[in-house]
């Protein structure tokens, strides 16, 4: 059920917005999603299963929010710019993501095992809901990658950096690219003045791309 799921997941990020994780009642968020509290259970098989849907489904929408920043634009820098300003939007408005980003789970939210639990659901998505979480390691790698290929792909913007490019250049850009994503949650903790963060991002680009 698609769209009860939704719902359900739609309530419990209502509810956490308001109350910490550990006084969020299942009968409540079932409520509030007009749905059944059996429905709820057949979903997500219980209050850590809905926990750890309601955190993977943050990380997809984050990273959904990365594939939007890098492609914004034809221009190495505005790309990579983007991306550390979603990065410290979603951050700053979402504490889901601020944890998975961070690693700082506090007390207010769920801490769902990041490495994963057996899973017997009948549901696709809780069976992969289930699986491991991403740490914030795997999300700089995650980014990091996911630039490097927004910015040697077809119609990158930055020639130099395209099909031919040398394994130094590759290395290179790989490295900034990284550079970039953990400028990006340094933003986070300690937000840049304006204009800063186009700045602070084109400074670790490789010459060829800027």
Known sequence: MPAA??????????????????AVRMVDVAAAAGVSRQTLYNEFGG?????????????????????????????????????????????????LVRALLTGCWSERLPAPPLAGVPSSSAVPAQRRADGPLPAPPDIVRAVRDRAVTALTGPGAG?????????????????RSCELVVRLALSFVAA??????????????????TV
């Open 47 to 95: 209050k850590d299963g809905l926990a750890r849907a309601l955190v993977r489904r943050e990380a997809d929408g984050y990273l959904a929010g990365v594939e939007r920043a890098l492609g914004s634009s034809t221009e190495a820098a505005q790309r990579l710019t983007a991306t550390a300003e979603w990065t410290a939007a979603a951050a700053r408005d979402n504490a």
């Open 5 to 22: 799921r939704e719902s359900l997941l739609d309530a419990a990020c209502t509810a956490l917005a308001r109350r910490p994780w550990s």
């Open 158 to 174: 930055a020639p130099a950096v395209g099909p031919g490019v040398s394994a130094a250049v590759g290395d290179e850009l790989t």
């Open 191 to 208: 937000p840049p003045g304006e204009g800063g963060m186009a700045e602070l991002v084109r400074a670790v680009l490789p010459r060829q």
